[in-house]
C-alpha cells in the first residue's frame, strides 16, 4: 500500500520524531551531539524551517519545528539522514543504516499544544530518568527557551514570544509552565499523533484541516454503536 504524504502547511508547526534503528544509540560522544546540531542548524537555515525546541536524547531527536516551504522539514531531515549517518558510520567503522524508517511528524494546533509540546520535548529526559530537571539535561532547548542562554538554532515561536514583554518575563512565564505536570492524556495524544501522523489538535482545528488538505486527519472510530450504554461504560472505565 503506498504511503500516505504528511500532512505539510506552511507556517503550520509540527512535532518530529526520529529514532536509531531497532533503538540503537545514535550518539555516543559529545562530538556527535555537536555536529548534529550544527548539521541540523545549516539544514533549517538552507531549507527554511525555524526550530522552537529540540531534545538529542541518546537514541532519539525530537524536533518542534515550523517548514516556510512545503518541503522544507523534509529536505531538513533528509540532508540530516544523510550526512549524520556517513559521519557516523565512518566515526564508528560501521556500515548499513542508522535510523528507524521514516522519521514521525505531526502537524500541530499552535493555540493549545505548542507550548505543551515544547514542554513534552524538554521533559523527555526527566521522564527517562536520566536527570531530575529539564535544567540539568545539556542537549535540549531548555536552557534556552526558560534560562535565556544563547542558542543560534532556536527562532521563538510568535507563541512563546506573547509570554511576556521582555526576554526575562517570558523567560519567567516559561519556567512557571513547568510547574504543571502534563496530563497522562495529552502524553497519549501527543504520541499516538506523532507516531501515528495524524494532527495534534482540537475538533476546530482538525476539522480545518480536513477542509484544507481534503485528506482524514484522524483515526477512524473501530466497531460498535458508539452511542450504546455499553460503549459509554466502556469509555469511561479507560479514562
Not at 524508517?101 to 500541530?108: C, N, Q, S, W
Not at 530537571?133 to 527557551?145: I, R
Not at 505536570?181 to 475538533?203: H, P
Request: aromatic residues 12%; contains cysteine.
Amino acid at each position: 500500500m503506498a504511503r500516505l504524504p504528511r500532512f505539510v502547511i506552511p507556517g503550520q508547526p509540527q512535532h518530529v520524531i526520529q529514532r536509531g534503528n531497532n533503538r540503537e544509540v545514535i550518539f555516543v560522544t559529545v562530538v556527535d551531539y555537536q555536529f548534529y546540531f550544527e548539521i541540523l542548524k545549516e539544514a533549517c537555515a538552507k531549507y527554511q524551517c525555524d526550530v522552537h525546541a529540540y531534545v538529542l536524547m541518546t537514541n532519539h531527536v525530537h524536533l518542534l519545528m515550523t517548514p516556510n516551504t512545503d518541503d522544507g522539514i523534509s529536505k531538513v531531515m533528509q540532508s540530516l539522514g544523510r550526512r549524520y549517518v556517513q559521519y557516523f558510520n565512518y566515526t564508528y567503522d560501521r556500515t548499513g543504516t542508522l535510523w528507524e524508517g521514516r522519521y514521525k511528524a505531526t502537524l500541530i494546533d499552535t493555540e493549545h499544544y505548542l507550548l505543551t509540546c515544547s514542554r513534552y520535548i524538554e521533559l523527555n529526559p526527566v521522564r527517562a530518568k536520566m536527570i531530575k530537571h529539564p535544567s540539568d539535561y545539556l542537549w535540549s532547548s531548555y536552557s534556552h527557551n526558560a534560562l535565556g542562554k544563547e542558542n543560534s538554532l532556536i527562532t521563538p515561536h510568535s507563541l512563546y514570544k506573547k509570554l511576556g514583554r521582555s526576554c526575562a518575563e517570558r523567560e519567567k512565564a516559561y519556567r512557571e509552565l513547568f510547574r504543571a505536570r502534563i496530563a497522562d492524556l495529552t502524553l497519549s495524544e501527543i504520541r499516538e499523533a506523532t507516531n501515528k501522523s495524524w494532527v495534534l489538535g482540537n475538533d476546530r482545528f482538525r476539522k480545518k484541516i480536513e477542509k484544507l488538505t481534503d485528506r482524514q486527519v484522524t483515526p477512524k472510530a473501530r466497531g460498535g454503536d458508539r452511542k450504546s450504554d455499553e460503549y459509554q461504560v466502556f469509555k469511561i472505565d479507560r479514562v
